[in-house]
């Protein structure tokens, strides 16, 4: 424990320092949420590898080195976001700074009927009933160290609610950017999306950073889906290469909501992202699918876990891994299907692609079933690119080089294809393209 | 309704082999210390290195603690409270069956294993292990013609002190695991099993464990050495008396298959599961373990577990030669409030290598089934193959199953495929053979007997015959 004890010294430190800065500022329950989330943080330190749920993500690293707060609001022209904003048209927007709300960058005008949006530290100045029963109900800083760090800095993130019986056809896109300013720097950004009854809506997260910058976002965000209410979350991954970039979401779901999340990763020196859905009464349906692309020598976790608590709740989950160069990779996923949780249909893939022979996979899926009338099932696979494919493709004039890539593309893709939403599916497409051309060295059109 | 109250009348009956052979038993005083590990050493009349061997592992044992990651709940086991040395009193080794107490006969005719009709009509051998101390080990001279030792594992120390120091311990070291240590330090007996080169064992091979005096904690010791080309097939069973006390069986199994050697190994495991509120059963936390040394060689662990209040085993391989092959076939039936953590590790260190996994649990009642297994493909291990499947049957809607597998690959070229799923015995199902005239519990018995067969077929005959009629009288009748 001595190698953590100086780091949680050191992160108490910045936040002695964060709550001179604006701590007197916040209402007194989130005063009290930030002092018991730092308490548990310091009893917890950061995990090590000797926890079961850590195993194979070491994070020593970041308690070797200091990462001080982004205090300061930095300028970023509105041109240098053009390229990755131009696909979403001109949807209105939240932009985040190193977690701080920008509101230059942001269009929020005209907000999409009924719905709210804007700044979580702008609702914790004004009028904050609605956030005091969400906030931290969740994502629980008891027995998790990165939500509880995230929890102890909350100031900052989006705050978005959906009221009841509203169809919110065109996505809200939310973009955290990372811009340290020559020294490696920390931001806590905290999501909560609130979704009313019989709603639907669809939020894009972004998660961006220059290539070779240090930085460490911890993100946390809280997902609250009331009856019959429908959400599509997609989370864009595409951090620095360089960066430590955590993220975890919590989804709280109720009565005959469906949720459905999608992501695509590819940044990150040291990538997580754990996602917690409760499906908390009856006739859930959770939907998560993501495809992890990394190389070099990036490490990309992904974790998910599914409790099933009541009757006739469905899950599905499709996870693909790419990984090339150095690369590791983990996949986490446990379902948990308690007793009352009868009729439950729960399914699980995880497929895993290795593009190098010193790429890593450790894929661990789980289940765990109290109840009998059930069904759920899990698989796992491991393999490389089917030679017999590449040299069909060859045998037909492709080059090696475009014959791997299609394939690859083809591998990744699978979960892509499923979104629903146009614009954000060719976003996903083109983003996966794009990698696979930088990573085998051959562009394919699409 | 009539047929459901008969189930459960049939899915609630008492364990039918429970009972005690009143035969004196000579045992050391309960507790564990150095003293008593030089006796259990003195009493084999073990050479030296052994007790050093054993106390080695006693003083690492001390520096361990008792692991607690595995999915089972049990009150804290003292293991002073434990007797660790017991054999009953029969003075002279017997030569022949006409030697044995009859006593002792009698016990093995009431679990079904008439030895001397073994010896002429099925052709096995076997090393019947009462208590610590091997009673009768039979067709010794048939299997000694061709080089083959098959014996108590007390006589292999002191007759084949050289293979026995060479080999022991090299698979499972004495500092592997808690109950690893322990089994070292204080192991009565077990058996001992050695192919020379180039020789197919003719028979079947088998032993049978059971556990006699009260309050004993049985630790044997087995280790299977195969050798080039050779192959070996070796059973185990074991069924146990009624007790009210909670048991301890801390067993050790070593395999070392060479080049082109092949073992298979089999185990069909009926220690008493305790009653049906929980109280008493046996718990076996055992660490089996084969070490494909040579290329092409093949290991092959085939177990049915029915019993056992906790069962926590892992029979793994380690794939080191390159081509070779290691499998693992599973049953595990847990009824009433039996808890098994049981499943597997497959460990890729040679090229080519291949594992298949099969995996079936059958939980019911109170019951909790976990399977726990890891593939591991290292780095140098190239165009590895593994195939893992394991099924959960839940009967019942209080009875748990839980699957925790682990994958790690290393490299590209291998090839790596797991699939699980979990369900229960559909009504439409048990509709259809009641339809055709079955019974709701020949329905249920059929069905799950369906389930297990790719297991079973693993199995040598008699014992295919034995799991399935187990499982039938264990587990008939739990329509959900």
Same mark, same amino acid.
């Not at chain 1, 998790?144 to 065109?170: K, M, Q, R």
């Not at chain 1, 299609?406 to 990698?435: C, H, K, P």
């Not at chain 2, 209040?309 to 092959?325: D, E, M």
């Not at chain 2, 726990?372 to 291990?381: D, E, F, Q, S, T």
């Given at each position: 424990?001595?190698?953590?004890?100086?780091?949680?010294?050191?992160?108490?430190?910045?936040?002695?320092?964060?709550?001179?800065?604006?701590?007197?500022?916040?209402?007194?329950?989130?005063?009290?949420?930030?002092?018991?989330?730092?308490?548990?943080?310091?009893?917890?330190?950061?995990?090590?590898?000797?926890?079961?749920?850590?195993?194979?993500?070491?994070?020593?690293?970041?308690?070797?080195?200091?990462?001080?707060?982004?205090?300061?609001?930095?300028?970023?022209?509105?041109?240098?976001?053009?390229?990755?904003?131009?696909?979403?048209?001109?949807?209105?927007?939240?932009?985040?700074?190193?977690?701080?709300?920008?509101?230059?960058?942001?269009?929020?005008?005209?907000?999409?009927?009924?719905?709210?949006?804007?700044?979580?530290?702008?609702?914790?100045?004004?009028?904050?009933?609605?956030?005091?029963?969400?906030?931290?109900?969740?994502?629980?800083?008891?027995?998790?160290?990165?939500?509880?760090?995230?929890?102890?800095?909350?100031?900052?993130?989006?705050?978005?609610?959906?009221?009841?019986?509203?169809?919110?056809?065109?996505?809200?896109?939310?973009?955290?950017?990372?811009?340290?300013?020559?020294?490696?720097?920390?931001?806590?950004?905290?999501?909560?999306?609130?979704?009313?009854?019989?709603?639907?809506?669809?939020?894009?997260?972004?998660?961006?950073?220059?290539?070779?910058?240090?930085?460490?976002?911890?993100?946390?965000?809280?997902?609250?889906?009331?009856?019959?209410?429908?959400?599509?979350?997609?989370?864009?991954?595409?951090?620095?290469?360089?960066?430590?970039?955590?993220?975890?979401?919590?989804?709280?779901?109720?009565?005959?909501?469906?949720?459905?999340?999608?992501?695509?990763?590819?940044?990150?020196?040291?990538?997580?992202?754990?996602?917690?859905?409760?499906?908390?009464?009856?006739?859930?349906?959770?939907?998560?699918?993501?495809?992890?692309?990394?190389?070099? $020598?990036?490490? =990309?976790?992904?974790?998910?876990?599914?409790?099933? !608590?009541? %009757?006739? *709740?469905? @899950?599905?989950? #499709?996870?693909?891994?790419?990984?090339?160069?150095?690369?590791?990779?983990?996949?986490?996923?446990?379902?948990?299907?308690?007793?009352?949780?009868?009729?439950?249909?729960?399914?699980?893939?995880?497929?895993?692609?290795?593009?190098?022979?010193?790429?890593?996979?450790?894929?661990?899926?789980?289940?765990?079933?109290?109840?009998?009338?059930?069904?759920?099932?899990?698989?796992?696979?491991?393999?490389?690119?089917?030679?017999?494919?590449?040299?069909?493709?060859?045998?037909?004039?492709?080059?090696?080089?475009?014959?791997?890539?299609?394939?690859?593309?083809?591998?990744?893709?699978?979960?892509?294809?499923?979104?629903?939403?146009?614009?954000? $599916?060719?976003? =996903?497409?083109?983003?996966?393209?794009?990698?696979? !051309?930088? %990573?085998? *060295?051959? @562009?394919?059109? #699409? | 309704?009539?047929?459901?109250?008969?189930?459960?009348?049939?899915?609630?009956?008492?364990?039918?082999?429970?009972?005690?052979?009143?035969?004196?038993?000579?045992?050391?005083?309960?507790?564990?210390?150095?003293?008593?590990?030089?006796?259990?050493?003195?009493?084999?009349?073990?050479?030296?290195?052994?007790?050093?061997?054993?106390?080695?592992?006693?003083?690492?044992?001390?520096?361990?603690?008792?692991?607690?990651?595995?999915?089972?709940?049990?009150?804290?086991?003292?293991?002073?409270?434990?007797?660790?040395?017991?054999?009953?009193?029969?003075?002279?080794?017997?030569?022949?069956?006409?030697?044995?107490?009859?006593?002792?006969?009698?016990?093995?005719?009431?679990?079904?294993?008439?030895?001397?009709?073994?010896?002429?009509?099925?052709?096995?051998?076997?090393?019947?292990?009462?208590?610590?101390?091997?009673?009768?080990?039979?067709?010794?001279?048939?299997?000694?013609?061709?080089?083959?030792?098959?014996?108590?594992?007390?006589?292999?120390?002191?007759?084949?002190?050289?293979?026995?120091?060479?080999?022991?311990?090299?698979?499972?070291?004495?500092?592997?695991?808690?109950?690893?240590?322990?089994?070292?330090?204080?192991?009565?007996?077990?058996?001992?099993?050695?192919?020379?080169?180039?020789?197919?064992?003719?028979?079947?091979?088998?032993?049978?464990?059971?556990?006699?005096?009260?309050?004993?904690?049985?630790?044997?010791?087995?280790?299977?050495?195969?050798?080039?080309?050779?192959?070996?097939?070796?059973?185990?069973?074991?069924?146990?008396?009624?007790?009210?006390?909670?048991?301890?069986?801390?067993?050790?199994?070593?395999?070392?298959?060479?080049?082109?050697?092949?073992?298979?190994?089999?185990?069909?495991?009926?220690?008493?599961?305790?009653?049906?509120?929980?109280?008493?059963?046996?718990?076996?936390?055992?660490?089996?373990?084969?070490?494909?040394?040579?290329?092409?060689?093949?290991?092959?662990?085939?177990?049915?577990?029915?019993?056992?209040?906790?069962?926590?085993?892992?029979?793994?391989?380690?794939?080191?030669?390159?081509?070779?092959?290691?499998?693992?076939?599973?049953?595990?039936?847990?009824?009433?409030?039996?808890?098994?953590?049981?499943?597997?590790?497959?460990?890729?260190?040679?090229?080519?290598?291949?594992?298949?996994?099969?995996?079936?649990?059958?939980?019911?009642?109170?019951?909790?089934?976990?399977?726990?297994?890891?593939?591991?493909?290292?780095?140098?291990?190239?165009?590895?193959?593994?195939?893992?499947?394991?099924?959960?049957?839940?009967?019942?809607?209080?009875?748990?199953?839980?699957?925790?597998?682990?994958?790690?690959?290393?490299?590209?070229?291998?090839?790596?495929?797991?699939?699980?799923?979990?369900?229960?015995?559909?009504?439409?199902?048990?509709?259809?053979?009641?339809?055709?005239?079955?019974?709701?519990?020949?329905?249920?018995?059929?069905?799950?007997?369906?389930?297990?067969?790719?297991?079973?077929?693993?199995?040598?005959?008699?014992?295919?015959?034995?799991?399935?009629?187990?499982?039938?009288?264990?587990?008939?009748?739990?329509?959900?």
């Amino acid at each position: 424990m001595n190698d953590i004890l100086p780091a949680t010294d050191l992160y108490r430190a910045e936040l002695l320092q964060f709550e001179r800065d604006v701590g007197g500022s916040a209402p007194v329950w989130v005063q009290q949420l930030r002092q018991a989330a730092m308490a548990r943080f310091t009893e917890m330190g950061f995990p090590t590898t000797q926890e079961e749920a850590w195993r194979h993500t070491s994070v020593a690293s970041l308690s070797e080195r200091p990462f001080p707060l982004a205090r300061h609001r930095c300028a970023i022209p509105k041109t240098e976001l053009e390229p990755v904003t131009s696909w979403m048209g001109a949807g209105c927007r939240l932009v985040f700074v190193n977690g701080l709300f920008s509101p230059l960058l942001s269009s929020l005008l005209p907000l999409p009927h009924g719905m709210s949006a804007g700044s979580l530290a702008g609702a914790l100045g004004g009028e904050s009933g609605l956030l005091e029963s969400h906030l931290g109900r969740y994502a629980r800083i008891e027995n998790h160290p990165f939500v509880s760090l995230n929890t102890a800095f909350l100031s900052d993130g989006a705050i978005v609610c959906i009221p009841p019986d509203t169809v919110i056809e065109e996505p809200l896109n939310v973009l955290f950017v990372s811009r340290p300013n020559g020294r490696a720097t920390m931001s806590h950004p905290r999501t909560v999306i609130v979704a009313g009854p019989n709603s639907r809506a669809t939020i894009v997260e972004s998660y961006l950073g220059l290539p070779e910058d240090l930085y460490l976002t911890n993100a946390v965000t809280e997902v609250v889906l009331a009856e019959n209410a429908v959400l599509d979350h997609y989370v864009l991954q595409q951090e620095s290469s360089a960066a430590f970039h955590f993220l975890t979401l919590a989804v709280h779901q109720d009565r005959h909501s469906t949720f459905t999340s999608h992501s695509l990763a590819t940044g990150g020196a040291l990538a997580r992202s754990e996602i917690h859905c409760e499906l908390a009464d009856e006739g859930i349906t959770c939907i998560l699918r993501g495809v992890g692309a990394v190389a070099g $020598r990036q490490h =990309l976790d992904m974790q998910t876990q599914i409790d099933h !608590a009541k %009757t006739h *709740g469905t @899950s599905q989950q #499709l996870y693909k891994g790419i990984l090339g160069g150095h690369a590791s990779g983990v996949f986490n996923g446990k379902i948990l299907v308690r007793q009352d949780a009868q009729k439950t249909d729960a399914r699980q893939t995880n497929n895993n692609l290795l593009l190098s022979e010193d790429a890593v996979i450790h894929t661990k899926p789980q289940l765990e079933i109290f109840a009998d009338d059930v069904k759920c099932a899990h698989g796992a696979t491991v393999g490389r690119l089917d030679e017999e494919a590449v040299f069909y493709l060859r045998s037909r004039g492709i080059g090696v080089e475009t014959a791997r890539s299609l394939m690859t593309y083809a591998f990744g893709s699978e979960t892509i294809n499923l979104v629903t939403n146009e614009v954000i $599916r060719d976003r =996903l497409a083109e983003l996966l393209a794009q990698w696979i !051309a930088q %990573t085998c *060295g051959r @562009s394919f059109s #699409l | 309704m009539a047929p459901t109250e008969r189930i459960r009348d049939l899915a609630e009956q008492e364990y039918k082999y429970g009972f005690v052979t009143d035969i004196e038993a000579e045992a050391a005083p309960p507790g564990l210390n150095e003293d008593i590990i030089r006796l259990i050493s003195a009493k084999k009349k073990e050479p030296e290195f052994m007790l050093e061997w054993r106390l080695k592992a006693y003083r690492h044992w001390l520096t361990m603690t008792e692991p607690q990651w595995a999915n089972v709940r049990h009150p804290p086991i003292n293991y002073q409270d434990i007797v660790y040395y017991s054999a009953p009193k029969t003075q002279k080794q017997p030569k022949s069956l006409n030697e044995v107490d009859p006593l002792l006969l009698a016990t093995y005719r009431k679990l079904g294993i008439p030895l001397r009709e073994q010896e002429v009509l099925a052709g096995v051998a076997v090393d019947a292990v009462f208590d610590s101390v091997s009673v009768a080990t039979t067709f010794k001279e048939q299997l000694a013609k061709q080089g083959i030792i098959f014996c108590a594992f007390s006589e292999a120390v002191q007759q084949h002190p050289d293979l026995v120091h060479k080999h022991l311990g090299t698979v499972v070291p004495y500092s592997d695991n808690f109950f690893a240590a322990l089994n070292t330090a204080v192991f009565s007996d077990g058996s001992f099993c050695y192919i020379p080169k180039g020789v197919r064992c003719p028979m079947e091979l088998s032993t049978y464990f059971r556990i006699n005096a009260p309050f004993i904690g049985q630790f044997e010791r087995t280790l299977i050495i195969a050798e080039e080309d050779s192959y070996v097939s070796y059973l185990e069973g074991c069924t146990a008396p009624m007790r009210s006390e909670h048991q301890l069986h801390a067993a050790v199994v070593e395999l070392r298959a060479h080049d082109r050697a092949q073992i298979r190994y089999a185990t069909v495991q009926n220690w008493y599961p305790g009653d049906s509120a929980g109280q008493g059963g046996i718990y076996n936390f055992v660490t089996k373990r084969g070490a494909c040394l040579g290329v092409d060689s093949k290991i092959s662990w085939t177990q049915v577990e029915v019993g056992s209040a906790i069962t926590w085993k892992y029979p793994s391989v380690i794939l080191q030669g390159n081509n070779s092959i290691g499998e693992f076939y599973s049953v595990a039936l847990t009824t009433h409030r039996q808890q098994a953590d049981t499943g597997t590790k497959m460990i890729h260190l040679g090229r080519n290598t291949k594992s298949t996994i099969v995996s079936k649990g059958i939980s019911t009642g109170f019951a909790q089934n976990t399977y726990r297994g890891l593939v591991k493909i290292l780095k140098k291990a190239s165009g590895c193959r593994n195939y893992t499947q394991c099924h959960s049957l839940l009967l019942g809607n209080r009875c748990g199953a839980h699957t925790f597998p682990s994958i790690d690959v290393q490299n590209a070229s291998s090839q790596v495929e797991h699939e699980a799923s979990t369900t229960r015995i559909g009504e439409d199902q048990i509709f259809y053979c009641r339809q055709r005239g079955l019974s709701a519990e020949d329905a249920v018995s059929l069905i799950v007997n369906g389930f297990c067969h790719d297991v079973f077929q693993q199995l040598p005959m008699e014992f295919a015959v034995e799991a399935q009629k187990l499982l039938n009288v264990r587990l008939e009748g739990t329509v959900g």
